[in-house]
């Protein structure tokens, strides 16, 4: 419970920041200036970049891109995963023994190269990188989903609607839905964690939604460069994306247990 | 005799609730001593306890006095849980009683007879192997090499009970408590394990703490019984007398609620009505009065009975237990 | 165990063909043309099928992947496009690379795990701790880590040199030094993962009756701990290890990346983004292999130590 508590507060922190980041910084977030590498001062908190704009407004649009990214893509996770882990867990023998096959050998390749593959030939545009995390994602969703339909099938109450003649169209959104809503909400968060991970991988490796719009991943990587100049360039980015996937990973693994 | 064991005031609570209720008994060095009763009424607590096996949710109050083998005398609970070790599986051991589930299933037999000698009496690997020979054949297992490379689950329940013995007989303990061993096993099976631990006993003059809730079982190999009822020992004495005259009407209900297979004349089970009380609720007064066909209300129900002798070491719990005689 | 390993490997060889086979053809089918990631997304259709056409990838999938196949069998991967040198001359110097830096993060991550959730002894203060390294390292991306490590150590402390690479010819001390940085941050991750599971594990059976047994029998806490209830709480895990090695080799990407090492995970990004397909092709056959073969090892490793499958 306080697990979660601590999540909600991270992820509450952030949202605000990103909602109303015009309202918590002077400057817009492409707006360049004179002063190149500035390090923080009371003008600028986090000092500047090498093109002279404020990171610290370019840290709180920043969050927009990560937060829609994440969400998106654990929607379009759940959209595939939740009805295939249904699928499997409730029809069980072959359908079940293929589709866990599948699930193993999904979640066993490197997610992050094939979006990195993927990112390639399609290019980064938001919309891009919110399907392509979605689609790496599915099988984790579809796999912890499955477990629990496969639980909730053996259970009495299921065993007893299907005894007074309810068939899988009725059973499943009626009684199996309901009972694993919980697993999904959490895996949900854990998801969104895993794609704002992946995605700022992503954009760090140079793959990430196209400049100049502020984005955690590229920031990281051009501050790199400038780590003894102005440390806040690169640090105050990578802290952004820590506090995000920390706030939804502890939302997600304390609504769980 | 010397008292292998004593424990005084032994009482054992998990949070607020009180499992075991001011347990005093001895065992003699070579004596079988019975602990009977239902399910629930807190015999494996006590033997956990002996061993100091209980785990930190547990309030352990009273004293539990153990002579070794090297002669000195200890009480258990004060020791701290260094010395404590030296003692666990070696002046005191333990068999279970899911034979089943008490070998780690990833070691050899061998390893896990000897790896209690490796810990209280180290000694050169082919001696361990030699020893683990011995012990195999002293509890009768059919073909020890091979048992000595085999794995758990390649035993049948009976021959890892065996094991069990074996390992708890590795470094000759003083006092082998004995936890329903037999329960989980085949009544053929049952019968050479209760012939085995017999014969073990006579030979190595161990004394034995045997738990149980089967009346034909203590009959067959106790030299004394105490009988337990909601954390209390209720009736205590030599098998024989306690047998020929139960004086605790909980004891006497027992024996009548033992199917009796070879009787001369037909005779009814009669179950004793009711439940083991549930150790956090017990009823005032005896905790037995509810279930007991003797009850006298106002007596029974308000004062708690103190152990009383009924015969030269034949002790009993009841208010009644005069009137109930006569 | 040899002989286990053995016959895992040929059961994992077609398991392999097949999963090369429907990368070779996703790869295609996702990239719609080898062409086209190559001239980029501003080349007109007519250009892209021309290139397609000179390069034969026009040809069926299955014809493409025999061709490859049969190409690679014999040593030969190929071209690269942008550099025009050959692909295993490209890719096999940085091989060794990446797997020292690996194989250290993996050892490494695998021996604290095990090692910090198993201790008995102070176990309140060892646990949270262990706890909270797990947590870091699942949800800091390899390169928030790296760079929060880089500038501690390197920067403000400058107890280590900066970012780059340096080969054991220059002395043993030297490599440590640039190495130490990358595999900690490599490690992380999966040091986390391993640690969520390898507890479960470990707390289900320290719950079961035999350790009961065990501790009767005089044993510390600590050696039931090593003896008894780690080796047993690790063999499922061994599978775990084995699921993993995608997550690790997409970790090696980035910190290959953010440490500029010379190894295979920099050299596929480099190739993403310059559009070298051969290499990229070449790259990911190589690690669809790896992850094969480390769960054929894995499932070998869980046989050989588990009794009950290996007398069967």
Known sequence: ?257 | MVDVIATQHLTIGFGATRVVHRLSFSIAAGEVVALVGESGSGKSTVALSLMGLLGRSASVEGSIHLSRKNGETCDLLTLPERRLRAIRGNDLAMIFQEPMASLDPIYRIGAQITEALAVHRPMPQAALRTEALRLLRSVAIANPEACLSAYPHQLSGGQRQRVMIAIALSCQPRLLIADEPTTALDATIQAQIIDQLRQLRAETGMAVLFITHDLGLVREIADRVLVMYAGRIVESGPTEAVFGAPRMPYTAGLMRSRPRLFAETPVRIEPIPGNVPNPAHLPPGCAFHPRCAHSQPGRCDSGTPEPEACAPGHQVCCLRWREIVA | ?312
């Open chain 1, 1 to 257: 419970m306080t697990r979660r508590a601590c999540g909600l507060v991270l992820i509450l922190a952030v949202t605000f920041a990103a909602l109303f980041a015009p309202l918590l910084t002077a400057y817009a977030p492409t707006q360049t200036g004179v002063f190149f590498l500035a390090p923080p001062d009371a003008a600028h908190w986090f000092g500047t970049d090498d093109l002279g704009r404020d990171v610290l407004s370019r840290v709180l649009h920043g969050g927009r891109a990560s937060l829609v990214i994440g969400v998106g893509a654990a929607f379009v996770a759940c959209v595939i995963g939740v009805p295939a882990g249904l699928l499997a867990g409730y029809c069980g023998g072959r359908v079940d023994l293929w589709a866990t096959q599948v699930m193993n050998l999904c979640i066993a390749l490197p997610g992050l190269v094939l979006a990195l593959l993927i990112t390639a030939v399609t290019g980064p545009s938001v919309l891009n990188i919110v399907l392509i995390l979605g689609f790496v994602s599915w099988p984790r969703v579809a796999r912890l989903v499955r477990g629990q339909a496969f639980l909730i099938r053996e259970a009495l109450f299921v065993e007893a609607a299907r005894a007074a003649g309810a068939d899988a169209v009725w059973i499943v959104p009626m009684h199996i839905l309901p009972n694993v809503a919980g697993v999904i909400a959490a895996q949900f968060a854990l998801t969104v964690a895993y794609a704002i991970f992946t995605s700022s991988s992503l954009s760090f490796l140079g793959l990430g939604i196209p400049p100049p719009s502020p984005d955690w991943g590229g920031m990281v990587r051009t501050g790199l460069d400038y780590l003894s100049i102005n440390p806040a360039m690169g640090l105050a980015p990578s802290a952004a994306v820590g506090i995000t996937v920390l706030g939804f990973y502890l939302l997600g693994s304390g609504t769980r247990g």
């Open chain 3, 1 to 312: 165990m040899l002989a286990i390993l053995a016959r895992r490997l040929v059961w994992a060889i077609p398991g392999g063909i097949v999963i090369t086979a429907l990368l070779f053809a996703s790869l295609a089918g996702l990239i719609g043309s080898p062409a086209a990631l190559m001239l980029g997304r501003d080349a007109t259709a007519q250009s892209i099928a021309e290139l397609n056409a000179r390069l034969g990838f026009d040809r069926p999938i299955a014809t493409q992947y025999l061709d490859w196949m049969g190409h690679a069998l014999r040593g030969d991967l190929g071209r690269s496009y942008v550099t025009h040198q050959s692909v295993v001359e490209a890719v096999l110097p940085r091989l060794p690379v990446t797997l020292e830096i690996g194989l250290l993060a993996l050892v490494l991550a695998t021996i604290a795990a095990i090692v910090l959730n198993s201790l008995t002894g102070a176990r309140a203060l060892i646990r949270p701790l262990a706890t909270l390294l797990a947590v870091i390292g699942i949800t800091l991306p390899n390169f928030v880590l790296g760079l929060g490590l880089i500038y501690l150590l390197c920067v403000t402390l400058e107890w280590l040199p900066s970012v780059g690479w340096s080969a054991w010819s220059n002395g043993v001390p030297d490599h440590a030094t640039h190495i130490l940085l990358p595999v900690l941050t490599l490690s992380a991750y999966y040091y986390g993962s391993l640690t969520l599971v390898f507890r479960a594990e470990y707390d289900a059976v320290a719950r079961r009756l035999f350790i009961r047994a065990v501790k009767a029998k005089g044993l510390s806490d600590q050696q039931v701990s090593w003896r008894h209830t780690m080796p047993n709480a690790l063999l499922p895990v061994i599978t775990t290890i084995g699921l993993s090695m995608g997550q690790l080799v997409g970790g090696a990407v980035v910190t290959e990346s953010l440490f500029s090492i010379p190894g295979i995970g920099s050299l596929l990004v480099d190739s993403i983004l310059s559009r070298d397909y051969p290499v990229v092709l070449a790259i990911g056959m190589i690690v669809v292999f790896s992850v094969v073969i480390a769960n054929a090892a894995a499932d070998a490793l869980y046989a050989a130590a588990n009794p009950q499958v290996r007398i069967r």
